[in-house]
């Protein structure tokens, strides 16, 4: 299976997000398999930069919405207005109507704000005024959240949260990336200059081949093992949902794409564990940090045995 438009766009997006090869993996991971990635870490470690170079690197329209205590559903989806002459309401659509929306800080507005975001996010439509209006066939959304800061904030609800396929941390550089980053030309330039190398009919000829991804029985039993050990173990108050258990398939599927690969392995699961099912729980303890689910969720995979060749 030829991958090699997927290393390419791989490729170009670490020219400008240095150091962060599996991050940028999986934000492509999440884009093939019809998802939508959170990025949930401090100020100033590129979430905003990997959002904005994706979506310079994939042919298609892109809007930012910074998120704020005063956006309103509206500013979101758009709103119908009275056309005088022809004497009716006439639809204008907001921002959503995108093929890659950036939702800077999304956990900044209000509930109500967040909830216009899950039909969009779940079905690619909006409805408004009883009338539903599809989105782009690749819709997709990127958001961000500072975990460290909850002054003005709305922490997002479970059902928001299940809406994101994956939960992503950049985390900080290593030295020699910083030094690099430091001693580098202007990124901003570099961002700037980058140039599609994914047509949005290839990514859709993508997507559609991630479905015909097969799936060993032995996988996808390992797969309903590894959820319906959330569902038993102690630590864990509200496990995965086979709505989750499906989004850890399809990840896998896409995962195995990109390694060029028209098969899954218990590897591409394991790979996609983590971001898929850490935001996904609710820990007994009453703990909330992503650190401490992803812990969890680790501490899960170790005990689970994993499927080998024949077994």
């Known amino acids: 299976m030829d991958a090699t438009a997927l290393t390419t766009l791989i490729d170009q997006i670490s020219t400008v997000v240095v150091g962060k090869p599996a991050i940028i993996k999986l934000t492509v991971t999440a884009l093939l398999a019809g998802g939508h990635v959170l990025f949930e870490d401090v100020p100033g470690v590129g979430k905003t930069t990997l959002a904005r170079a994706l979506a310079r690197s994939v042919a298609g329209d892109f809007n930012r919405i910074q998120f704020t205590p005063d956006l309103l559903p509206n500013d979101i989806l758009g709103v119908s207005i009275l056309n005088q002459q022809a004497n ?6 907001g921002p959503i109507f995108t093929t890659m929306l950036l939702a800077d800080e999304i956990n900044r ?12 996010m779940a079905e690619q439509q909006i409805t ?7 989105l782009p066939a690749n819709f997709f959304v990127l958001a961000t959240e500072n975990p460290s800061e909850y002054a003005g904030t709305y922490p997002l609800p479970e059902a928001q949260l299940d809406r994101f396929l994956f ?29 599609a190398v994914l047509s949005e009919a290839a990514l859709s000829q993508l997507k559609a081949t991630v479905n015909q991804v097969t799936v060993d029985q032995k996988v996808t039993e390992y797969v309903l093992t590894l959820v ?11 496990g995965i949902s086979p ?12 995962y195995a794409l990109i390694n060029g690969r028209d ?3 218990p590897e591409d699961i394991q790979a996609v564990l983590i971001p898929t099912f850490s935001h996904r729980l609710v ?25 080998t060749k024949g077994a």
């Open 167 to 195: 939960s992503l941390q950049v985390g900080y550089p290593t030295w020699p990336d910083e030094l690099a980053l430091y001693a580098g030309d202007d990124r901003q330039q570099a961002l700037t200059d980058l140039q």
């Open 109 to 120: 507005a209000t509930p109500r704000t967040q909830s216009a975001l899950l039909q969009a």
């Open 243 to 254: 709505r989750g258990g499906l989004a850890l398939m399809q990840a896998g599927r896409a």
């Open 228 to 238: 319906q050990a959330t569902r038993n173990d102690a630590a864990i108050r509200l």
């Open 128 to 134: 408004i005024d009883g009338t539903t209006y599809d």
């Open 88 to 93: 009716q309401f006439e639809f204008h659509p």
């Open 263 to 265: 098969y899954v392995l």
């Open 283 to 307: 820990l007994a303890n009453g703990a909330q940090s992503l650190s401490a689910k992803q812990q969890v969720v680790r501490d899960l995979q170790n005990r689970t045995p994993v499927p």
